[in-house]
């Protein structure tokens, strides 16, 4: 069996050393003028320490560069994937068809990981990008285990799935919160998502609360609950999904490290045969669920819901 890749959300350079003793294998990381919803903020001088260590481990480091660019942020693209280029990161993350323009006058030769968030959802989509240059599909997040493994079944590119944390549900570009309050004679300040985790958007008719910050890209709303399927990994693994993404947005560094270590565990164990991780995989998710906030219930996303055409 080829172990998928088990890929994490670094909050900061330090924390990209905890994650490479907990197991992960590859890194997101970024900014926001380029990135979308990071779980840290990494200028391009952390960008080249925090790729030095990873490389050092063994591992991979990817850069977000998925933000939707308009005009007046489109000349900035090439010049700082020349940046990364020189730094060496083993791939950029982009969704906005600007960056395949880019790249091609950046002259750099950086594979592209394909994440339009919910509009991946089949194998031709995959394929199409492949022959653009991206060698990876994020796929979109409301897709089913049936649905995901069909589109692994039938393309021959690279495919990646989220199997813990929160979703985004909703973007605008708009600075919502700030209208808001600017509507109702308050002063407020754009909210960081590295200063503020408990920004919610209530919902009285669900009695859910959904998480919800304000940056550079606009106003960003979250799923009231965090996806875990540490105990339902086994036809991915059979499927041979190459990668698994732990989101650590708006999480804490010690929550990533222990999620990351429950699920190298898992990874490891299935390698070894189903049985091991069968055996395991009760107790992780009740590692899990010891130490997950009690405002963020866990569960299986859009994996096991019925798809309705």
Known sequence: ???????????????????????????????????????????????????????????????????????????????????????????????????????????????????????????FQADYWGKRGATRTVLARELSMDEVIEIKENTKFEIEVQVHGMTCMFQSKRSLLGNYFLYQDKAMEVEN???????FLHDDERNNKYPIYEDLNGTHIFSPNDLCIIDELDELFEAGIDSFKIEGVLQSPEYVVTVTKCYRKAIDAYAESADSYFDIKNDLLAKIEEIQPAIRPLDTGFYFKETVY
């Open 1 to 123: 069996m080829k172990k998928p890749e088990l890929l994490v959300t670094p909050q900061s350079v330090e924390h990209v050393e905890a994650l490479i003793q907990a197991g992960a294998d590859a890194f997101l990381i970024g900014e926001q003028q380029f990135g979308l919803r990071l779980a840290g903020e990494f200028s391009i001088e952390q960008v080249a320490a925090a790729t030095e260590k990873i490389h050092a481990a063994g591992k991979k480091v990817y850069v977000a560069m998925n933000a939707i660019f308009h005009n007046d942020r489109v000349d900035a693209l090439a010049p700082y994937m020349r940046k990364l280029a020189e730094i060496g990161v083993d791939a950029i993350v982009f969704g906005d068809p600007a960056m395949i323009i880019a790249r091609r006058e950046a002259e750099v030769t950086i594979p592209l990981h394909w994440s339009p968030e919910t509009i991946a959802t089949n194998w």
């Open 193 to 199: 998502r590295k200063e503020n985790r408990n920004m």
